[in-house]
């Protein structure tokens, strides 16, 4: 556990997805955390939500692929997707060695701004990820 990485500044989701502001108030990234990419394993595939894309918080918009298993991508928050990582089609091992950085998956345009404010900080995150054995 100690080894996992939870990156303060970041909200967290119960389905193990980080969320990031940026320089933009209205726009966040998306990705898996540290705790599920070593839960999945290595990851081979990743089916990202498409440019334009409506997510909707709650629900799948799309699916990450390991060598031990597939799991849906949860949307932590709602609103339209403004950006996807092309990179992780050549490259989805970057999920694995680099979840808070070159393995981001997509970022929203936020329908609901409070949605963030909702979401785990990395202490209550930490707690979770340990509640279930990490």
Same mark, same amino acid.
């Given at each position: 556990?100690?080894?996992?990485?939870?990156?303060?500044? =970041?909200?967290?989701?119960?389905?193990?997805e980080?969320?990031?502001?940026?320089?933009?108030?209205?726009?966040v990234?998306?990705?898996?955390?540290?705790?599920?990419?070593?839960? =999945?394993?290595?990851?081979?595939?990743?089916?990202?939500?498409?440019?334009? $894309?409506?997510?909707?918080?709650?629900? %799948?918009?799309?699916?990450?692929? %390991?060598?031990?298993?597939?799991? $849906? =991508?949860?949307?932590?928050?709602?609103? @339209?997707?403004?950006?996807?990582?092309? %990179? =992780?089609? $050549?490259?989805?091992?970057?999920?694995?060695?680099s979840?808070?950085?070159?393995?981001?998956?997509? $970022?929203?345009?936020?329908?609901?701004?409070? @949605?963030?404010?909702?979401?785990?900080?990395a202490?209550?995150?930490?707690?979770?990820?340990? %509640?279930?054995?990490?």
């Amino acid at each position: 556990m100690t080894d996992l990485n939870f990156p303060d500044g =970041l909200r967290y989701s119960a389905e193990h997805e980080w969320v990031a502001r940026t320089d933009d108030d209205s726009v966040v990234r998306v990705g898996v955390t540290d705790f599920a990419q070593d839960s =999945l394993g290595d990851v081979v595939y990743v089916d990202a939500p498409e440019l334009g $894309d409506s997510v909707t918080a709650g629900e %799948s918009c799309g699916e990450v692929e %390991s060598t031990k298993s597939v799991s $849906d =991508l949860i949307a932590p928050v709602s609103g @339209e997707v403004v950006a996807v990582n092309e %990179s =992780l089609e $050549d490259a989805p091992e970057s999920i694995n060695s680099s979840p808070y950085g070159d393995g981001w998956i997509y $970022d929203v345009r936020l329908s609901d701004p409070a @949605e963030v404010d909702a979401l785990m900080d990395a202490p209550a995150y930490r707690a979770a990820a340990e %509640s279930e054995g990490a």
